[in-house]
């Protein structure tokens, strides 16, 4: 039995069309969205393994970082911890529960053992820590012995006055110190050999000497000491920093296997849910090609006279009203068309009145009810707003172009070298007060003193000149320390009477409006904040270019501060190079001198000696000459 179209609406036959689609939708898109939820639980537990992957790495540049940067501050021996031990155990446990977030996510055999290798991790950095607790640095642990025991051995030698003792002594803290600079095994054979030689030297049956003997036995104890540990510590290619890296690269390759096998898990899913996707789009096609077809055949023979009349619209034309017969939908179509022409043909006066410059002229459009309607009552008004936006835009392109200006002079100012931080503070707040049309300015670091951190002015500029003021705060105190604690911009209007004097300490000027900015670095630590005062209340571009030069002059006082610790290290080095050379020359003409008084008392020898045979010579002729007279008196006697 063939259906008949024709008893039922277009309404009707839309309808079911869409119940049959949508229907055929919400089957797939069920399925699609359960594959979906499981992809993106595997996406995320592939995010947390990248995650996972990246904190191996960053594990591996805070063991670095202890171990040439840490073991050298004395915090580590002091309180037991350091920067990076702390960032050590945060990092770890970050891991700890990134593992087990994955687990909640992804079943993998593989995330025990990685698990396990990463407490080993632990344990080991643990381990190392305790060597280099062990080791010490300046007076702790075996280095802090070490140096007192070769204290209390040059005190002794101190009292001889033997200049060869005190050259071994010399070339003992030469090796010694070579060795734990360099970390070079062949200081440890020159250290013991000068270590032999000179208890060599030393007589061990002087009891002077004994006490020498003794001391230079257990510095060479310790010393050697010092060296094992240091074997036990080891590198990059040896010792307990090898096992670490070690696990490290393990726990690594673990961690990329388990990512491998996810990327296989979801590439799997995603291609299913690329089939599904595909047979959707094929059914649905096909069913909805089906329906289209046989409503199509329904409506296209009564659509012909409409498309014609929309093709004369579709041209720019504008047709006569069509002739509506009977009440079907059609008929409404028509209806509707017959309604668009009169509006089009509206719409066409209104444009030309328009294009006059008549912006008042009258419009209807759908009685002024419909959208296309509204929006054209609503031109006019924004024809009107169009200069005032466009100057609006031009204002907002000198704000910004105003902002991104100052900080590059911001930026120009703080590349300069300063005689100091003050300078630089000063030069800073100057220029950042006259850029914003201030009343005054100040800038205030934190610094240590003996009871503790405090909050000093030191650089202040007001009235187009420089302030010496010298003002401190306590670290909470007053807006300052507020700015510092909460490390964010302070912006106060509503300021009483005198209230400048009694709380910021930059005079007695009641300006209208206060702004602190802390400045903190990348690193998120604050060095600081500057306060400005103005008879204008700063606006938001102000405040953003002052926030935002904040954190560049913190910058750059964090890197004076490395430039002046690097410089007076390398001064450092230099005068002890200096005392080493002039020692080392000291210590050669004295072996010069040594030489001349050798030779010396070997010539006055020879003369000695060339005198003695002489003298025995002449001995020995005397000696003949009184023979003679004896053989001669004798006979005469008897």
Not at 210 to 235: A, C, M, P, Q, S
Not at 527 to 545: M, Y
Not at 619 to 633: C, R
Request: neutral net charge.
């Amino acid at each position: 039995m063939k259906m008949n179209l024709r008893n039922y609406t277009i309404r009707t036959l839309l309808k079911v069309t869409a119940f049959v689609v949508i229907f055929t939708l919400l089957v797939f898109t069920l399925i699609f969205l359960s594959q979906q939820r499981n992809s993106q639980r595997q996406r995320e537990a592939l995010l947390s393994l990248e995650h996972l992957y990246q904190q191996n790495i960053s594990l591996k540049q805070i063991k670095d970082n202890f171990i040439y940067r840490d073991t050298r501050s004395e915090q580590l021996y002091k309180f037991g911890y350091s920067n990076s031990t702390i960032k050590h155990d945060s990092l770890i446990r970050i891991c700890k529960e990134n593992l087990k977030q994955i687990g909640n996510q992804y079943s993998y055999d593989q995330l025990d053992l990685i698990g396990q290798q990463l407490s080993t991790y632990n344990k080991k950095f643990y381990g190392v820590k305790e060597l280099v607790q062990k080791r010490g640095f300046k007076d702790f642990g075996l280095e802090g012995e070490l140096r007192a025991k070769i204290h209390a051995v040059e005190s002794t030698v101190e009292q001889y006055k033997d200049y060869r003792l005190k050259s071994h002594m010399l070339m003992l803290r030469r090796h010694e110190k070579d060795y734990i600079i360099r970390k070079d095994m062949a200081y440890l054979d020159k250290f013991n050999n000068e270590l032999q030689q000179t208890l060599a030297y030393l007589n061990p049956n002087s009891p002077t000497n004994l006490k020498t003997i003794t001391l230079l036995n257990e510095y060479g104890k310790l010393f050697n000491d010092y060296v094992n540990l240091d074997k036990e510590i080891g590198d990059e290619n040896s010792g307990a920093l090898k096992e670490l890296n070690k696990i490290s690269e393990e726990l690594a390759t673990r961690i990329n296997e388990a990512r491998a096998d996810l990327t296989k898990k979801i590439n799997t899913s995603a291609n299913r849910v690329y089939l599904n996707m595909l047979a959707l789009i094929v059914i649905v096609s096909l069913l909805t090609l089906y329906i289209i077809t046989k409503v199509g055949k329904h409506i296209t023979k009564n659509l012909k006279l409409i498309q014609k009349v929309l093709g004369k619209m579709g041209k720019g034309e504008i047709p006569e009203p069509i002739k509506v017969h009977g009440k079907d939908e059609i008929s409404g179509i028509e209806l509707s068309i017959n309604d668009l022409t009169t509006a089009l043909r509206n719409t066409r006066d209104f444009a030309i009145q328009v294009g006059n410059g008549n912006f008042y002229s009258e419009v209807n459009v759908f009685g002024n009810t419909g959208e296309l309607g509204t929006k054209l009552l609503e031109m006019r008004k924004k024809l009107l707003e169009v200069a005032r936006e466009r100057e609006k835009n031009l204002h907002e392109n000198e704000q910004r172009n105003w902002l991104n200006e100052s900080l590059a002079k911001t930026s120009d100012i703080l590349r300069i070298k300063y005689e100091g931080v003050t300078e630089l503070c000063f030069q800073f707040i100057r220029f950042v007060v006259q850029r914003t049309d201030a009343l005054q300015g100040g800038v205030f670091l934190t610094k240590e003193n003996d009871n503790g951190k405090i909050i000093e002015l030191i650089a202040t500029y007001a009235l187009d000149r420089r302030k010496y003021i010298n003002k401190t705060l306590d670290i909470h105190e007053g807006l300052p320390g507020a700015c510092i604690f909460e490390k964010d911009i302070i912006f106060i209007t509503d300021i009483p009477k005198d209230y400048t004097h009694i709380t910021t300490g930059l005079g007695h000027s009641n300006p209208s409006c206060i702004l602190l900015a802390p400045l903190v670095t990348d690193m998120n630590e604050v060095l600081g904040c500057i306060e400005i005062a103005s008879f204008k209340i700063f606006d938001r571009v102000q405040q953003e270019f002052i926030k935002k030069a904040c954190i560049s002059l913190a910058s750059a006082i964090k890197f004076n501060e490395m430039i002046n610790l690097n410089e007076q290290i390398i001064s450092e080095m230099k005068q002890k190079n200096h005392e080493l050379q002039a020692n080392e020359e000291e210590l050669r003409q004295n072996m010069e001198e040594l030489k001349t008084i050798r030779e010396d008392m070997e010539r006055r020898e020879e003369e000695l000696t060339r005198e003695i045979q002489e003298l025995k010579k002449i001995l020995n002729g005397h000696e003949g000459i009184e023979l003679v007279p004896k053989t001669i008196i004798r006979p005469l006697t008897n």
